[in-house]
């Protein structure tokens, strides 16, 4: 009657039903698949080839954030020079300079990190948890201000052709906007990332068209602009000295730290890479090393040739753009495209957010920092309760800030420069432990201790700049997460403890075997007991069982579902290490049965959904046993918070609502667990 189990998930089918509800859940069925799209085939031996992206398209997805940065980084950076301009040239060499500095030192951390993760993973390998709390809650909080930040200047870019009496919609469509990311990420990075494909090219032809003939155009006011230098330096030297000209240096290039912000993105965002991946994430990092190097660089150059001035309600790379193609046929139009496609290259910037955020946010939850829940995958293999909380997060903020660019910039320029301080000064940890084995660990670890001195002062100078305009909410709110990761981790630490009382009293109880195992009699009474893995727990829930009714059960069979989540999809070798721990774990179970004098056999199927696969073998087991009675355990407190829900499942219980509305008795036995 029922489906197989190992259908149910991969498929998507839906769970049989009566038949009024039938053609209305087919219905909703259908339109939750054209939405979201359908279920991944967890058993399609293509499958992380089908959904891991190639450098190009890695280069788009995670290589937007920066890119788009360049279109407000140097405009800051340009306008805190004043009327030093001359030093517009050192600044476009110094911050070319900086960003290949920084992505090779994240090269070396996608080399000896190849799982992903990023600033989180460097810090906790290397600086320990403490300092990997700090960078990852850091990272969380940068990429939901990645994604609001972009979503604003969008819209801001998008309205400045619109009339306006229509300006009051602007939240409403940054709003909007995040809905549609959200949508587009829960079907899936690889789909979503296609969509933006478009945008993202138009941004870099526009680009290179613009900045090649800004520089070509104006070629005749190259010696002219070395004589401003010449002579800019020189009086600057007799008014301010040489320490004054390098403070006022040393304040713009940190102003114009934003155009880094993004470099991160392809470590923390490794997993989502075609084999090899390593290979794949490096050459994803000289895309958008290159490429952002050669725009943010150039773009200085230009506004010091052109002589670019700040004009009231445009960004200067507008005023660039309408004054070098003023004179060209249609040039009004190309000036609107290239500008209007730097606006919706910050929309591609927000799927940055979207693809890393839950990512860090997952790797967190494996370790305790975040609900276990947010490891979880979804049917379609995406990080979906991590993306609505991003997504929640930045329609807060939107509305909060109503969608003020100026307000989100100065909260989004500090986080990104405490997770890469961290991870430069991991990486130098991690080059002096090896310097016995590296013949070139001095030369990777200069490198890294180069790019901690620049992120360390950037930190420092933005952070004392943009205190007091909104910098000190990024610090409270950051701290708070800090906060909640540790009272997470806290109540973890204790549940664990408490399952370690079990563990230590139980799997090592003496028994011997009587005899041969009984066999299976599929009429007899049958206690069909779900298990996650051989421990006290379990063994706790089998021994209840046999006390609370002695003598009823002859067979019991152990449902086990082997759940993927972020932890274990990371390729085909690790799922099928995963299904055979699983596997040996059954047959623990197995084996202790029998030398308690029960007849017991295993089930178990792969699955993302432990609730759906596990209901479903359950009723396929009770096909299978007619007299078969379902049992599971539920840790208990002796006082229930608000908060046991949000870090704990309660997968029992949804488990037993499920199979007793199918007609299924199911027993729920309490695991007390002192915390």
Known sequence: MYKNALEI???????????????????????????????????????????????????????????????????????????????????????????FIISYAYSRIIEHFPHGGGGYIVATHMLGEKAGVVSGSALLVDYV?????????????????????????????????????????????????????????????????????????HADQIVPLAGEIKNGLSHDIKTIGYLGILLLFLRAYSLGGGTYTGIEAVSNGLQIMREPRVKTGKRTMVYMATSLAFTAGVLFICYALVGVKPVDGKTLNAVLADGLFAHWPMGSTLAFITIFSEGALLLVAAQTGFVDG????????????????????????????????????????????????????????????????????????????????????????????????LCVTILIITTVEKFAEGGWLTLVITSVVIGLCYLIKGHYLRVRRGMKDLDDTLLDVPMSQHGEPPVIDKNAPTAIQLVSGYSGFGVHTLFSIMTTFPKTYRNVIFVSVAMIDSGSFKGAEEIEALELSVKASLEKY???????????????????????????????????????????????????????????????????????????????????VKT
């Open 9 to 99: 998930v991969t498929k998507g089918e839906p769970i049989p039903m009566t038949e009024n509800s039938q053609e209305s859940s087919s219905f909703f069925v259908k339109a939750i698949r054209a939405v979201f799209g359908a279920p991944k085939h967890l058993r399609d031996p293509h499958l992380f080839h089908k959904m891991a992206l190639i450098p190009v398209l890695a280069w788009v997805g995670l290589g937007a954030d920066g890119l788009s940065s360049s279109a407000y980084g140097p405009e800051e950076a340009f306008k805190a020079l004043g009327e030093h301009v001359y030093l517009a040239v050192f600044l476009g060499l110094a911050t070319a300079i900086t960003v």
């Open 145 to 217: 201000l990645t994604i609001t930040v972009s979503i604003a200047s969008c819209v801001d870019a998008l309205f400045s052709y619109v009339p306006q009496q229509y300006h009051h919609y602007k939240v409403t469509t940054a709003c909007c906007l995040a809905l549609f990311l959200i949508i587009l990420n829960i079907r899936g990075v690889k789909e979503s990332i296609a969509v933006m494909a478009p945008i993202f090219m138009v941004f870099v032809i526009t680009h290179i068209v613009l900045l090649i003939y800004g520089v070509t155009a």
């Open 358 to 453: 839950p990512r860090v946010m997952a790797n967190m939850a494996v370790d305790s920092w975040f609900p276990h829940r947010f490891a979880a995958l979804s049917v379609r293999l995406t990080m979906r309760n991590g993306i609505m909380l991003m997504g929640i997060a930045t329609v807060a903020l939107l509305i909060y800030t109503g969608g003020s660019v100026s307000a989100l910039v100065v909260m989004y320029s500090i986080n990104v420069f405490v997770t890469f301080s961290l991870s430069q000064l991991g990486m130098s940890k991690f080059f002096i432990q090896r310097r016995a084995e590296d013949p070139k660990w001095f030369q990777h670890l200069l490198v890294h201790l180069v790019g901690l001195l």
């Open 590 to 672: 197995v084996a202790m049965a029998h030398k308690l004098g029960l007849a017991a056999e295993y089930r178990t199927a792969l699955a993302t959904d432990i609730v759906e696969s596990a209901v479903e073998l359950c009723k396929e087991t009770a096909e299978e046993f007619p007299r078969s009675t379902v049992f599971t355990g539920q840790i208990t407190f002796r006082l229930e918070k608000f908060y046991h829900r949000l870090l704990h499942n309660e997968t029992a219980f949804a488990i037993q609502r499920r199979l007793q509305w199918d007609g299924l008795t199911t027993v729920i036995m309490p695991i007390r």
